[in-house]
């Protein structure tokens, strides 16, 4: 029956992504990363957004030049080869209204627990998160659409296994 689990949980990824993606508001779930991650990091730069967002090169150029044109994001002074990216004040309230649509509609979804299953079910998906994270890039391609002020490095499963794991390769 391990194989009836598995599907069930990719039945859950399905409504999980759907949800996610409603709560996005017409934005691209690309998009939507690249206006989180420089809500929370300013200063990226196109490659290091294309590496966060799974996207090549080419498509993050055109993803930001159509959030320059919506005015969401605008480029700073260029450093050499690289122009540091930053969000305008409208950036940062399309990332605001984002961050709670999706965090509602998230929430919702776990409304169906009660109080003592949710707990057990939050403290099984840290372990399961945590068992999946391989390194500090999939930690930052896994969290690129998260609200990081909730999720700080000492309680994110994520950041936390990618952290031990860079421990790990530096001894």
């Known amino acids: ?7 069930k949980l990719g039945a859950l990824g399905t409504v999980i992504r759907e949800r996610t993606e409603a709560a996005l508001a017409g934005l691209s779930p690309s998009a939507a990363a690249v206006l989180s ?4 990091k300013p200063d990226l730069t196109t490659s290091e957004l294309a590496d966060i967002a799974g996207v090549s090169q080419p498509t993050a150029v055109r993803l930001i030049d159509g959030l320059v ?4 994001i605008e480029r700073g002074k260029p450093e050499g080869r690289v122009t540091p990216l930053r969000l305008t004040d409208a ?3 399309e990332v605001t209204a984002l961050q709670a649509h999706r965090l509602a509609a998230l929430d ?8 003592d299953e949710r707990s057990q079910f939050v403290s099984m998906l840290d372990r399961i998160l945590a ?3 391989t390194s500090r ?6 969290c690129r659409l ?5 999720c700080g490095s000492d309680v994110c499963p994520i950041g936390c296994r990618a952290s031990e794991l860079e421990a790990e390769q530096n001894r």
């Open 69 to 72: 044109a919506r005015k969401l």
């Open 37 to 40: 991650m420089l809500h929370f």
């Open 137 to 142: 890039a999939f930690a930052r391609t896994t």
């Open 131 to 133: 068992g999946a994270t």
């Open 1 to 7: 029956m391990h194989l009836l689990d598995a599907n």
């Open 108 to 115: 919702n979804l776990l409304g169906a627990l009660r109080p």
């Open 91 to 93: 950036g940062h309230a």
């Open 146 to 150: 998260c609200e990081h002020d909730l």
